[in-house]
T-cell receptor, first 116, second 109 residues
């Protein structure tokens, strides 16, 4: 149980375009979802936290207008990278937790974004 | 915000050898989690430690939490190539995770 999926697994786009990444909890209701970014040979950095039906809370230094997060249902959150630039190329990972185990996050497999 | 320091940054060993990686902080951890991440995948939770002095075992992996809850270690006995990965410690605080920089472990046959 507690499986989280992400789609797509990898995406290549041109500079200036927008890219949407989906994160789904497959067998549980995710009251909270998290979005992380990981650059090569670095650790995971939390970008934002989203609760179902509420606006996302962004970490310091993360532009909310550039990284749009929607958590419209208990099983789906989306991250849209708007007007992507090469420096946005990274590994984006989502995780989800449910109300009965808030301290445990279940991670998705990640999405590799390459902006040309 | 607490800073989690992991050491060493990189560790390369031969199959069958033992290894230990460390996670330290200047402040007390509320609880600490250890993850392993393989290339191109999300991290997988290995264990959560909560109580000072706690020792947990997961097959060939032994996790220790310091008495003062400021440090933790992960020891792998008789490492195998399948143990290769990035080992991350993370503190969970109010449902949010803060990760250390990780230790990259490579086990060669």
């Amino acid at each position: 149980g507690a499986v989280v999926s992400q789609h797509p697994s990898r995406v290549i786009c041109k500079s200036g375009t927008s890219v949407k990444i989906e994160c789904r909890s497959l067998d549980f209701q995710a009251t909270t979802m998290f979005w992380y970014r990981q650059f090569p040979k670095q650790s995971l950095m939390l970008m934002a936290t989203s609760n179902e039906g509420s606006k996302a809370t962004y970490e310091q230094g993360v532009e909310k207008d550039k990284f749009l997060i929607n958590h419209a249902s208990l099983t789906l959150s989306t991250l849209t990278v708007t007007s992507a630039h090469p420096e946005d190329s990274s590994f984006y990972i989502c995780s989800a937790s449910h109300r009965f185990s808030r301290e445990t996050q279940y991670f998705g497999p990640g999405t590799r974004l390459l902006v040309l | 915000t607490q800073l989690l320091e992991q050491s060493p940054q990189f560790l390369s060993i031969q199959e069958g050898e033992n290894l230990t990686v460390y996670c330290n902080s200047s402040s007390v951890f509320s609880s600490l989690q250890w993850y392993r991440q393989e290339p191109g995948e999300g991290p997988v939770l290995l264990v959560t430690v909560v109580t000072g002095g706690e020792v947990k075992k997961l097959k060939r992996l032994t996790f220790q939490f310091g008495d003062a809850r400021k440090d933790s270690s992960l020891h792998i006995t008789a490492a195998q190539p399948g143990d290769t990965g990035l080992y991350l410690c993370a503190e969970s605080l109010w449902g949010k995770l803060q990760f250390g920089a990780g230790t990259q472990v490579v086990v060669t046959p």
